[in-house]
């Protein structure tokens, strides 16, 4: 069957020459093939493992704070709801890639139900992953650049969760009813039929490639706030040079913040190395080049191990997950003498709120506008914060003291 043309991208059916519907059991028949399939169904089971240990060690941490959570004292995050969803969404990816082990029992790739069924895992994870990305990406650029601060309710990030898999939902629910041999053999695994290129781009890959630009695009900007270059005073955004070698994360007098600060940008960087190496790969595969399956798998393999990234990441960067020694000593109380405008002052607090095992002490002045220096605010009122006195902001999963607002968020 000859290749075809759709919207301006040559295509064939696939890199071996298949035809649409056709068995591919010779694939799989040599040594190198399967050993990859397995490479990619271990990056799944890593990821799966890595999902239930962060879930678990959560799930455990909300049993012991049970009482809290019924009466109001802890709230749900805005990015603990996003980062669980992603996790789910790593999930189905995960099952999907673990699934491959049975092509490798068979020895080849066949059409039937267990196909159908990890095409669809393959797209809910894929798609998934990606939406989540995208809202986490989003969240974190309205509030640590744009300083705006969301409701306080977890009616809008459950919308927009459900947002998420609406999307996922309809495009596999109408691709699915609407078209025939929607989810075949595609080489090596199930997945959309090549014959609808159109639906393989709209229902997944556009997504990926939308998520990946808009984390590159918001990243530059993001992170020069984060260090101080860009100064955003409500609708004024304005640029300042800093002293060679020096930034806003030097000298708060406390680490922990500025590498809060710091490790929110990890999120949209990882996507980003996860996704391209594959997306490169897929381009090629678009423009009828050949692709070496050994460059197939291992991109797929880092694509499979984005759960166990994620997973790894969060538990850096949320302290509270890493177990701690019963015999550590609490340590001194952390203190942040710099703007309370600025967004590593919210990182300040979140760094603490997440370890009980430092508190912070926030020395800021509490009137608006006027930051004096930590001496004079400790003398002016003699207020200082420690974990008692936060509470959950549920738009950014800081805590924030309650008699205190930077004028930015208000």
Not at 111 to 116: A, L
Request: charged share 10%; proline share 5%; with cysteine.
């Amino acid at each position: 069957m000859s290749p075809t043309h759709i919207l301006g991208i040559r295509q064939s059916y696939n890199n071996t020459g298949l035809s649409i519907g056709q068995d591919s059991d010779h694939l799989l028949a040599d040594f190198g093939p399967r050993v990859g399939l397995i490479f990619i169904a271990q990056a799944g089971i890593i990821s799966a493992l890595a999902v239930v240990y962060v879930l678990g060690c959560r799930l455990l941490e909300i049993l012991r704070n049970a009482r809290q959570f019924l009466n109001g004292q802890l709230k749900w995050s805005y990015v603990w709801i996003y980062f669980v969803n992603l996790l789910v969404a790593d999930t189905f990816l995960a099952i999907g890639d673990i699934m491959n082990l049975r092509w490798v029992a068979d020895g080849g790739v066949s059409e039937g139900s267990f196909c159908v069924c990890q095409a669809v895992f393959k797209q809910l994870g894929d798609t998934g992953v990606a939406l989540s990305t995208l809202i986490i990406t989003a969240h974190t650029f309205l509030v640590l650049f744009c300083n705006v601060r969301m409701p306080n309710t977890v009616y809008l990030p459950l919308s927009m969760v459900g947002l998420v898999w609406l999307i996922v939902g309809l495009a596999i629910g109408i691709g699915y009813t609407i078209n025939d041999q929607y989810y075949t053999p595609t080489g090596y695994w199930c997945w959309i039929n090549h014959r609808y290129f159109a639906a393989q781009y709209a229902s997944e890959y556009a997504w990926m490639w939308l998520t990946a630009l808009v984390n590159v695009v918001l990243y530059v900007p993001l992170y020069f706030r984060m260090r101080g270059n860009i100064k955003v005073d409500k609708w004024t955004v304005s640029w300042r040079w800093l002293e060679s070698g020096r930034s806003s994360w030097d000298g708060l007098g406390c680490q922990g913040a500025a590498a809060a600060a710091r490790n929110m940008l990890w999120y949209p960087v990882t996507y980003v190395i996860c996704v391209l190496p594959i997306s490169a790969v897929r381009f090629r595969s678009f423009y009828s080049h050949h692709v070496p399956y050994q460059a197939t798998f291992a991109c797929d393999v880092l694509l499979g191990l984005s759960g166990a990234i994620n997973a790894a990441l969060y538990t850096l960067t949320r302290p509270a997950l890493r177990p701690h020694p019963q015999s550590t000593p609490r340590s001194h109380p952390r203190i942040y003498q710099g703007d309370p405008s600025s967004p590593t002052a919210a990182a300040m607090v979140s760094t603490a709120s997440h370890d009980a095992q430092s508190p912070a002490i926030y020395l800021g002045s509490l009137g608006p506008g006027s930051v004096g220096s930590h001496k004079n605010a400790a003398d002016e009122k003699g207020r200082r914060y420690s974990l008692r006195s936060l509470s959950w902001d549920a738009s950014t999963s800081f805590a924030r003291p309650d008699s205190f607002i930077p004028p930015s968020l208000k």
